[in-house]
């Protein structure tokens, strides 16, 4: 009777050491896999040479920007996000030269807990109202989350032999207004980004770093944008 108990939690220390192993291997799998991050062209962007728009008359110009994500699939409406890429205000800034003609500007970014703050809301209406133009970019990242965690589940059970994407679509979408809330014009860029993971991709990581071709999307879709506002010469002072 000893033997067998003796047998039997024999066996029951050597399934626990085997799922220690695992979860082990699983766990340097993690900290060992690599990634490589590719990204498509944007699309829409501004297909005429650009022009300054030089002589026009200053005016102020409002920036609202607002950043969104929803992985359907498991997000059932767009969710507001406090940020969109780390650095942005670098990003705006290096765009804004591409526009000639403003005189002043404000930014206001937009987040998920403003419907509880009277005051920001209020703050955002009086921007509107004291600038001649509002120009309101909003940022939305789509991902699916049947395909993100089926891609996870490969990789974790292949312990990332077999190299599985992870895909991001990005629409920066502006509209431009006047005081008075008429829309002047709209503009609209798409692009999209996978991320591929995989062990030997992390001597990859370095060249091709995530971060990286995001930062890549948001600037080129910003100077294309403000680009194409410059040289259509929306920008206009309008006598009250």
């Known amino acids: 009777m000893r033997r067998e108990k003796l047998l039997e939690t024999t066996r029951m220390a050597l399934c626990w050491r085997h799922w220690v192993l695992l979860l082990v291997v699983l766990q340097l ?5 690599g990634c490589a991050a590719t990204r498509s062209p944007v699309t829409g962007s501004f297909d ?5 728009n030089d002589g026009a ?8 920007f607002r950043h969104l994500e929803q992985e359907h699939g498991y997000d059932s409406i767009p969710k507001l996000q406090t940020f969109g890429v780390k650095d942005f205000d670098n990003f705006f800034r290096d765009s804004l ?13 937009e987040f998920p807990d403003d419907v509880n703050k009277p005051k920001r809301r209020q ?8 600038h001649d133009y509002t120009l309101d970019i909003t940022f939305f990242k789509e991902s699916s989350f049947k ?4 891609s996870g589940t490969i990789s974790l059970l292949s312990l990332t032999i077999i190299p599985m994407p992870y895909t991001w679509d990005y629409t920066i979408s502006a509209k431009l207004m006047d005081k008075s809330g008429k829309e002047v014009r709209s503009y609209q860029r798409k692009a999209s980004l996978n991320n591929w993971m ?7 990581y370095p060249y091709y770093p995530l971060e990286g071709r995001r930062e890549e999307i948001y600037s ?7 680009r194409q506002i410059e040289t259509e010469k929306v920008l206009k002072k309008v006598s009250s």
């Open 198 to 204: 995989q062990a030997l991709l992390i001597f990859a």
């Open 48 to 52: 005429r040479p650009a022009e300054k």
């Open 123 to 130: 703050e955002l209406d009086a921007f509107r109202g004291s």
């Open 147 to 150: 395909q993100q965690c089926l």
């Open 220 to 226: 080129e879709s910003l100077h294309d944008i403000f």
């Open 97 to 109: 030269a591409e526009i000639s003609n403003i005189s002043q500007f404000a930014t206001f970014t």
């Open 29 to 33: 799998a993690g900290l060992l896999v």
């Open 57 to 64: 008359e200053k005016v102020s110009v409002f920036f609202l």
